[in-house]
C-alpha cells in the first residue's frame, strides 16, 4: 500500500485486521492490538477466533466460514467478548467482509470496534431500570401491606379496651399486636429501598439499635455463620434516621455472609473514639471529634486488591451476573456520608474485610426536650372530642376500625369509600364538616384532589391525609395548593388507635 494509505491504516481509530483465507491474522493495527493490550509479533499467525472467549468463538467461525465461502457478502457481530489488559474483557463489535484479486477471494478485512464501554452502559441502563421496577413494586406491596397492619394494629387496640390486662385474652392480643409492630418495621425497609420513606434523623443509640437487629440478622446470615456484637464502651449516640441505620447494617452483613460461603464469623463492634488530628484517606479527609465507630469485620475471601477501590461505586460487582445489583455498597456509602459520617474498608484477598464506619457522636438529648422522670406511670391521654369528621378511606378494614375509634372517643363520623363517595356526601348537604381524614392513594380520585374540590364547598375545612408512604402527605402537594397549608396534617400508616385519636384530637384543637 502506498505511504497515505499506510498513514490511514496505522492511524485510524477503528480497529482493522487482514485474515488468510484460514481465519489466521496477517496484518492488523495499532487499533487493534490497544484494547487487548498486544503486541503485533503475538497476534500475528494466529487465528483471530483465538483471541475471542469461548462462548463466542463458533459464531465468529461460522461467519468466516460462510465469507470464504461466499455465501454472505458481509458479516457482523455484537458483543463479542475478548480478553484485555488489566483482567479487562473487552466486548467489540466485529465487522468482516472479503478481499478479493481479479474476482477471487483472497482474504477476508475485519474491522473491530471497542464498544466496551457503550455495552456497559446499557448494562448499567438495565440494571437501573430492573431496580427502579424492583422499587416500584416494593413500595406498591408496602402500601398494601401498611393497610392490612392499620387494620391489625386497630381491631387490637379495639379489643384491648374490652380485654384489660389480667383478662385471658389479654396476652393473646398483645402478642398479635406485637407482631404486626414488628412487621411494620419490615415494611419502613421496604419503603427506604424504594425510596418512597419520609427521612427522619433522631438521636439513636446504636447498641440498642444493634440489639434489636440481632435476631433478624441472625436470620439473613444462616446457621453456619456466627455473628458476634461486641461494645467496647463508652457513649454510642448518633443522629440517623434508624430506617437508613437498619439498612447499613443489614447490607453489611448480607456482603459479609456472600463472602462467606463456607461459613465464618462476622463481628459487629462499636465503639466511642475521638479523633484528634485529621484523617486523610482515598478522597476522604475526617475532621478531629467524637465519633461512634462500628466495625463490621467478616472471615470471608476478602477483597482483591486492584477492585477494593471500586467497591463504593454504583452497578460495581464481583459477584456472578444475577448474583448482585451492584448498589448496595453504594447505597451504605451515600447514607454514611449523608449523615456526615465516613465508611473505609481494609482488606486483603483470603483475609477478610473489615468495614470502618464512623458516625459524629452526639449527646443523648441532642435535640430533643428534656423527658421528666415520673415515679409512677404518667396518665393516658384524654383522647375524648367532639365534631364531626367525614373520613375516607377505600380499604373496608381500615374504614371499619377507624370510624369505630371515633365514635367511640365521643366524634360524629361520616364515611366515604371513595373521592368521589366524600364529594357526593359534602353536596348533600351535611352540616357541619369539621374535618376531613382522607387517604391520598385511592381509585379514580386521589387524596389530594378530593381536598382541591372539597374547599370548594367547605372553605378552610380542616384535613388530615393519610397514607401507607411515608411522605405522601406532601407528594405533588405544591401543584396541587396544599403546600405549606396549615389546615393539612400528616398520619403514616400504620397508626395505633391513640395514634388516630390524638392525631385528630390535635388538629380539632388547633
Excluded at 481509530?13 to 491474522?25: S, W
Excluded at 398494601?144 to 387494620?151: E, G, I, M, S, V
Excluded at 449523608?338 to 468495614?355: E, K, L, N, P, R
Amino acid at each position: 500500500m502506498d505511504d497515505r494509505v499506510k498513514l490511514v491504516y496505522d492511524e485510524s481509530p477503528v480497529g482493522i485486521a487482514f485474515l488468510d483465507l484460514r481465519g489466521n491474522i496477517v496484518d492488523c493495527n495499532c487499533a487493534f492490538l490497544r484494547p487487548l493490550a498486544a503486541e503485533r509479533k503475538t497476534v500475528l499467525g494466529r487465528p483471530l477466533a483465538a483471541l475471542v472467549s469461548n462462548e463466542d468463538r463458533d459464531d465468529l467461525v461460522g461467519q468466516l466460514s460462510k465469507l470464504v465461502l461466499g455465501t454472505v457478502r458481509a458479516a457482523k457481530l455484537e458483543g463479542v467478548r475478548m480478553p484485555g489488559g488489566d483482567a479487562r474483557e473487552v466486548s467489540a463489535s466485529i465487522f468482516a467482509g472479503r478481499v478479493e484479486d481479479a474476482g477471487e477471494v483472497s482474504g477476508l478485512i475485519v474491522h473491530v470496534l471497542d464498544a466496551t464501554d457503550h455495552h456497559n452502559l446499557e448494562v448499567q441502563l438495565a440494571q437501573s431500570q430492573k431496580m427502579q421496577a424492583i422499587g416500584q413494586l416494593a413500595g406498591g406491596i408496602a402500601h398494601d401491606f401498611n393497610n392490612q397492619l392499620t387494620a391489625t394494629l386497630g381491631f387490637c387496640d379495639l379489643l384491648l379496651m374490652r380485654h384489660g390486662p389480667g383478662d385471658p385474652s389479654f396476652d393473646d392480643i398483645m402478642q398479635i399486636r406485637g407482631n404486626a409492630k414488628r412487621a411494620s418495621s419490615l415494611v419502613r425497609q421496604l419503603l427506604a429501598f424504594s425510596r418512597k420513606q419520609k427521612l427522619e434523623p433522631v438521636v439513636l443509640d446504636v447498641k440498642e439499635a444493634l440489639s434489636d437487629l440481632h435476631k433478624m440478622l441472625g436470620r439473613l446470615l444462616g446457621a453456619r455463620i456466627e455473628l458476634r456484637v461486641e461494645d467496647a464502651g463508652g457513649a454510642a449516640f448518633v443522629r440517623v434516621d434508624p430506617g437508613q441505620f437498619d439498612q447499613v447494617v443489614i447490607n453489611l452483613a448480607v456482603n459479609a455472609r456472600d463472602a462467606m460461603p463456607g461459613g465464618g464469623t462476622l463481628k459487629i463492634r462499636t465503639s466511642a473514639v475521638v479523633i484528634d488530628r485529621e484523617v486523610r484517606r482515598g478522597a476522604d479527609v475526617m475532621a478531629p471529634g467524637s465519633y461512634v465507630l462500628i466495625e463490621v469485620a467478616d472471615t470471608g475471601t476478602g477483597i482483591p486488591k486492584e477492585v477494593i477501590g471500586n467497591i463504593f461505586e454504583p452497578f460495581f460487582s464481583t459477584k456472578e451476573v444475577g448474583a448482585g445489583t451492584g448498589l448496595g455498597l453504594s447505597t451504605v456509602h451515600g447514607i454514611v456520608h449523608q449523615t456526615g459520617g465516613f465508611i473505609f474498608v481494609d482488606s486483603a484477598f483470603g483475609d477478610g474485610a473489615v468495614f470502618s464506619i464512623y458516625f459524629p457522636a452526639c449527646g443523648r438529648d441532642a435535640g430533643q426536650s428534656e423527658t421528666p422522670v415520673f415515679s409512677t406511670p404518667p396518665p393516658e391521654p384524654n383522647l375524648a372530642g367532639g365534631g364531626t369528621i367525614l373520613l375516607v378511606e377505600d380499604e373496608d378494614a381500615v374504614r371499619v376500625f377507624a370510624a369505630r375509634a371515633l365514635r367511640n372517643k365521643g366524634y360524629r363520623v361520616l364515611e366515604a369509600t371513595n373521592g368521589e363517595n366524600a364529594l357526593d356526601v359534602i353536596t348533600a348537604g351535611e352540616e357541619g364538616i369539621d374535618l376531613i381524614v382522607t387517604d391520598v392513594v385511592m381509585p379514580v380520585m386521589d387524596g389530594h384532589t378530593l381536598v382541591r374540590m372539597a374547599r370548594q364547598e367547605l372553605a378552610g375545612v380542616k384535613v388530615i391525609l393519610v397514607s401507607g408512604y411515608a411522605d405522601n402527605g406532601s407528594d405533588n402537594s405544591a401543584e396541587g395548593g396544599l403546600d405549606g397549608h396549615s389546615a393539612v396534617h400528616f398520619l403514616p400508616k400504620p397508626f395505633s388507635l391513640a395514634d388516630l385519636a390524638g392525631k385528630v384530637k390535635e388538629v380539632m384543637a388547633a
